[in-house]
């Protein structure tokens, strides 16, 4: 099963660019990549999607190299409202047999004023 | 944008007592989760459910647990006996994909169970 790996936590400050990096060196060929954020108190909420190179939607960006071992979420100019925790995942047979997902510690985005 | 909703958003209980957990899925989503999420760790799968039955449970998913759909909108956490354990905010999921490497989840907001 692919496992993932990413930071703990980060700090940033108002209107800065932040990218979380994510590797999956076990990937699978048919493992999509997904990131998922999640505010205190309420469910994870999908952010993007991708399977390789750049993917971008009106909320993030995700880049993923050619080898596709692991992946960057970008995030323009966060703001406050940006603090959550943001958990990567490989999406294929993560977890029994019918793949479901399982959420890793995340990485615990603070933004600072 | 649709949405899955979670009632009651908090639920107090005594240790020993029954409780149930309410979810209205997506509408057009044919596949189901619970998850839950003990106070500072991290969000784990209970149980998924497709087509009226379980399709895949975790080894939380104990004999005091229970899924139902009791009718065309309504999904249902039952928990039999609670323990003080069982506290945790528990999330209600859905999907219109049952696997596969695009499968997209939607949570609730969730039910804070507090089991004092």
């Known amino acids: 099963l692919a496992k993932t790996t990413q930071p703990i936590s980060m700090d940033s400050y108002e209107g800065q660019e932040v990218n979380i990096t994510c590797s999956h060196n076990n990937i699978a060929t048919n493992d999509y990549i997904t990131w998922y954020q999640q505010f205190p108190s309420q469910g994870p909420r999908f952010i993007i999607q991708?399977?390789?190179t750049k993917v971008t939607n009106e909320v993030a960006s995700l880049f993923i190299p050619a080898d596709r071992k692991s992946s960057t979420l970008s995030l323009p100019r966060v703001s406050l409202s940006d603090t959550a925790v943001y958990y990567c995942l490989v999406t294929l047979n993560y977890g029994g047999s019918q793949g479901n997902l399982i959420f890793g510690k995340g990485t615990k985005l603070s933004v600072k004023p | 944008e649709p949405e899955v909703t979670q009632t009651p958003s908090h639920q107090v209980t005594q240790m020993g007592q029954e409780v149930i957990l309410r979810c209205v899925p997506i509408?057009?989503?044919?596949?189901f989760y619970w998850y839950r999420q003990i106070l500072g760790q991290k969000v784990e799968f209970l149980v998924s459910?497709?087509?009226?039955?379980?399709?895949?449970k975790s080894e939380i998913f104990d004999d005091q647990f229970s899924v139902e759909r009791p009718d065309g909108s309504n999904f249902t956490l039952k928990i039999r006996s609670t323990k003080l354990e069982d506290s945790a905010m528990y999330f209600c999921?859905?999907?219109?994909?049952?696997?596969?490497?695009?499968?997209?989840?939607?949570f609730g907001s969730g039910t804070q169970l507090s089991v004092l």
């Open positions: 991708g399977y390789k």
């Open positions: 999921a859905s999907s219109e994909r049952r696997q596969g490497p695009r499968r997209k989840l939607f």
């Open positions: 509408s057009n989503h044919l596949y």
């Open positions: 459910f497709y087509n009226n039955e379980i399709s895949e």
